[in-house]
């Protein structure tokens, strides 16, 4: 019978020491993790005034759900849609990207910030190489 009850105290403490104090902490703080697929994309060549839409996915890595605050860019030519706020764990999500050209000429990168209950922002970077016939540029 002592065998039995020594077993199962010793598996009731290696269940509760299987999280280290970090994590432990940090899900109680309802911090997680996000993975992304890519965090860069490139567009390519585009002519001015053209729209283009990329979407980033990611998921969830963490033990609690993924809530997305708020998203910053850099320039008023990116908008940035998230059609789910809250994401479970293990589950995927969506930020959809829009970049216009409009008025843009040369090598272009944005970057736009993901504010989460994240340990800290995520980065996400477009590229594009925009040609103007409107504006020339004489080197």
């Not at 994590?23 to 697929?37: C, D, M, N």
């Not at 005034?49 to 030519?77: A, K, M, P, Q, R």
């Not at 969506?94 to 008025?103: K, P």
């Not at 736009?112 to 540029?137: D, G, T, W």
């Amino acid at each position: 019978m002592k065998f039995y009850a020594s077993i199962i105290i010793l598996a009731f403490l290696v269940a509760c020491i299987s999280k280290s104090p970090k994590q432990q902490e940090e899900k109680s703080a309802g911090i997680t993790t996000v993975s992304f697929e890519e965090e860069m994309h490139n567009f390519g060549q585009l002519q001015a005034g053209e729209i283009v839409v990329y979407t980033f996915v990611f998921i969830n890595t963490g033990e609690t759900n993924l809530t997305i605050n708020n998203t910053e860019t850099d320039c008023g030519c990116v908008q940035v849609n998230v059609p789910e706020h809250t994401i479970k764990p293990g589950d995927k999500g969506r930020i959809e990207v829009e970049f216009d050209s409009s008025g843009l000429i040369g090598r272009q990168l944005k970057t736009i910030e993901i504010h989460a209950n994240s340990k800290e922002p995520k980065q996400l970077v477009i590229f594009a190489e925009v040609k103007n016939e409107q504006i020339e540029i004489n080197s």
